[in-house]
């Protein structure tokens, strides 16, 4: 709950010059108007308040989260690829290596704090420009075995490789869940926990439709597209060690663990305060 009040003293210390503003200047027709809105989109639900800087400008400012639960996830190991160019002679250390995917819990979770400027080019269009902020959690992602122990399998390989490569002077890498273009080991009990670290302030830039007050009513509905750049993400791997990223995979998981930006797209339904 730490991290939701100081998000929200952000927010507040952030409008509190513009509300002080906005009851010296009500008739300049500037900060004198306050909206509160719902947001639903890519980045979760949330909350936010907007007020017009000027004719052209609006500018918002809330919180979103996104929390989706713990998602199965048969993850491909790497067990295959490694063993298929060793001279293995007992086939039942090969058969019992040859393990297909492991069972992995993923659970996303982003927690935003943002301030974005709204621009208006046309004077008589709702066509807009975005420019602003996300500030939040910088773990966007954890993934982690389902049952405690269940990857000593992965152990027992990378023993085997490790003599392998001691016997033969071969350089055969560690075998571990593929994970897009990652490679997470098992530590020393055979779990793996891993969470996926991303910059914690995130630049933003889009275009949408809509305003964020009402022109002939007192509702307002707004419809944006655009991308949060987070930087390249990064794996915190069994809270020892942070890896990053191999060569991007052509799988979902293999562009979305490489993506330096976040798509984000969200609705936004207000109703004017004053």
């Known amino acids: 709950m730490k991290i939701y009040r100081t998000i929200l003293l952000i927010i507040i210390a952030c409008l509190m010059p513009l509300v002080s503003h906005a009851e010296r200047n009500t008739d300049e027709g500037m900060f004198n108007h306050l909206s509160l809105g719902g947001t639903l989109g890519t980045t979760g639900y949330g909350i936010d308040v907007a007020m017009p800087c000027t004719k052209l400008v609006s500018l918002r400012a809330g919180v979103s989260i996104l929390r989706i639960g713990e998602i199965n996830f048969n993850a491909p190991t790497t067990l295959a690829n490694v063993l298929t160019g060793m001279k293995i002679i007992d086939k039942d250390i ?41 500030v939040g959690n910088n773990t966007m992602l954890g993934v982690y075995n389902k049952t405690p122990g269940s990857f000593k399998f992965l152990n027992r390989a990378n023993e085997y490789v490790e003599d392998y490569n001691r016997l033969f002077g071969t350089k055969y890498s560690p075998v571990g869940i593929q994970f897009g273009d990652y490679l997470l080991t098992a530590d020393k009990n055979g779990n793996v926990d891993a969470e996926m670290r991303i910059n914690p302030v995130r630049p933003y830039m889009g275009i949408g439709m809509g ?64």
């Open 211 to 274: 305003r964020c007050l009402g022109r002939t009513n007192r509702c307002s509905v707004m419809m944006d597209a655009g991308f949060m750049f987070w930087g390249t993400p990064k794996f915190r791997l069994n809270h020892e060690k942070t890896i990053s990223s191999g060569d991007s995979q052509s799988s979902f998981l293999g562009v979305f663990s490489s993506l330096k930006a976040f798509p984000v797209i969200q609705l936004r339904i207000a109703g004017d305060i004053f």
């Open 94 to 134: 090969e058969e019992s290596l040859r393990n297909t995917d492991a069972a992995v819990l993923i659970n996303p979770r982003l927690v935003n704090a943002h301030i974005i400027a709204d621009i208006y080019p046309f004077k008589h269009s709702t066509f807009h420009f975005s420019a602003g902020v996300f």
